[in-house]
């Protein structure tokens, strides 16, 4: 059966599209490329199509279910390679792809990916045992995450008190997910380095972002009607913590507790 090469770039999959796509491929595809992003731990991925003359309806609607896919397995994705006839035609065919991100070549792509991912975590030097992830639409969520993480922790082998910050961690910062960002996910990832073994956590939001970061992590601060304990709060409790948000675009939190 024909496949589309999927290839591995550091944290990002490239994917060229270099072919007439139909019901099949497509759907080979997407089946191809979520198991990737899953495998690989992906959290970017670039789709090529400079070799294409021509989207359609069809091909449109394609590429805005694989960046749907991948953006709830933890991975933004960039279409890049569009030709300036491409683009034109689809303007006027009164097709929409505002969920899906553009830039010109593949070069732009990757830095447009790694501004929008920031830095990476101290951790990514480090082996994923496994990972999981949660989709964040409610305060049901909230107790589902502190469930799971609990459970993790435990089969970890880590202590009482250790469990107990991580827990509560991950309860607030699901919580603002949720409440200031609309929903979003939480992925968790077992780290081992020879003698060193932790859990890391990555929550993300796709809402209105943090304008000021360094207000937000003050204790007191808050949009809402909480305390104002939950980023600076969070930090305390863990070993590791980076944020990253722009505002319009989203915020991702990190945090790590090693045994």
């Known amino acids: ?18 072919v007439d796509m139909h019901d099949r491929l ?14 690989d731990q992906a959290k970017g991925v670039l789709i090529d199509i400079s070799s294409l003359e021509v989207v359609d309806s069809f091909m449109g609607r394609m590429l805005g279910n694989i960046a749907a896919m991948t953006r709830t397995l933890g991975a933004e ?11 034109i035609t689809i ?5 929409s792809l ?20 920031g830095p990476p975590s101290e951790g990514d030097g480090y082996d994923i045992i496994r990972s999981e992830t949660l989709k964040l639409h409610s305060s049901d969520d ?3 995450v502190r469930q799971v993480v609990r459970t993790w922790m ?6 009482l008190v250790d469990q107990t910050k991580m827990v509560t961690a991950a309860s607030e910062l699901t919580r603002n997910a949720v409440e200031y960002g609309g929903g979003g996910s939480a992925r968790l990832e077992e780290l081992e380095n020879n003698a060193r ?3 890391r956590l990555v929550f993300e939001d796709h809402g209105p972002g943090i304008p000021d970061l360094d207000l937000a992590l003050k204790d007191g601060y808050t949009t809402g009607g909480g305390l104002g304990l939950g980023l600076g709060g969070s930090k305390r409790l863990v070993n590791e913590f980076d944020i990253w948000s722009v505002p319009g675009e989203g915020t991702r939190v990190t945090i790590v507790r090693w045994k």
Not at 2 to 11: A, D, Q, R, V, W
């Open 1 to 18: 059966m024909e496949k589309i090469p999927i290839l591995k770039m550091g944290h990002f999959l490239l994917i060229t599209i270099q």
């Open 26 to 39: 497509a759907m080979a595809l997407q089946d191809d490329l979520t198991a990737r992003v899953v495998k």
């Open 77 to 87: 994705t960039v279409v890049v390679g569009m030709r300036p006839a491409v683009a």
């Open 91 to 95: 303007v006027e065919l009164g097709l």
């Open 98 to 117: 505002e969920s899906v991100r553009t830039a010109l070549t593949v070069d732009k792509g990757m830095a447009m990916l790694t501004s929008l991912l």
């Open 142 to 144: 909230v107790v589902r």
């Open 154 to 159: 435990v089969e970890m082998k880590f202590g």
């Open 197 to 199: 073994h932790g859990l």
